[in-house]
């Protein structure tokens, strides 16, 4: 099972960008999905995008399509999320997860066992 660690979170004024990584350990990280969900004070945790493990097919959340680019380097066993335009309603903490699977990734927060600890992104108007 992988662990994660997320960084790359901070302050940013409205139209600003940032660049969130999730790291991955182990050996298998290309059998993993990966998902970017977020959290924002006094909500549920939502989805925001998502990548299979070659990194071919990605899906985004119409909130911030257009606007966030997912990507992954295996090679680096390592996710990215490039927020682009930010918004203040994007303020939240923001999660990678795992799974083997991109239908379950996809499926919701609820359905997946492996998180990182998140990293905060607070954009100001």
């Known amino acids: 099972q992988v662990q994660l660690v997320e960084s790359g979170g901070g302050l940013v004024q409205a139209g600003g960008s940032l660049r969130l990584s999730c790291a991955a350990s182990g050996r298998t990280f290309t059998s993993y999905a990966m998902g970017w969900f977020r959290q924002a004070p006094g909500k549920e945790r939502e989805f925001v995008a998502a990548i299979g493990g070659r990194g071919t097919i990605t899906r985004y959340a119409d909130s911030v399509k257009g606007r966030f680019t997912i990507s992954r380097d295996n090679a680096k066993n390592t996710t990215y999320l490039q927020m682009n335009s930010l918004k203040p309603e994007d303020t939240a903490v923001y999660y990678c997860?795992?799974?083997?699977?991109?239908?379950?990734?996809?499926?919701?927060?609820?359905?997946?066992?492996?998180w990182g600890q998140g990293t905060l992104v607070t954009v100001s108007s």
């Open positions: 997860a795992a799974d083997r699977a991109l239908s379950t990734v996809l499926s919701g927060p609820q359905y997946l066992g492996v």
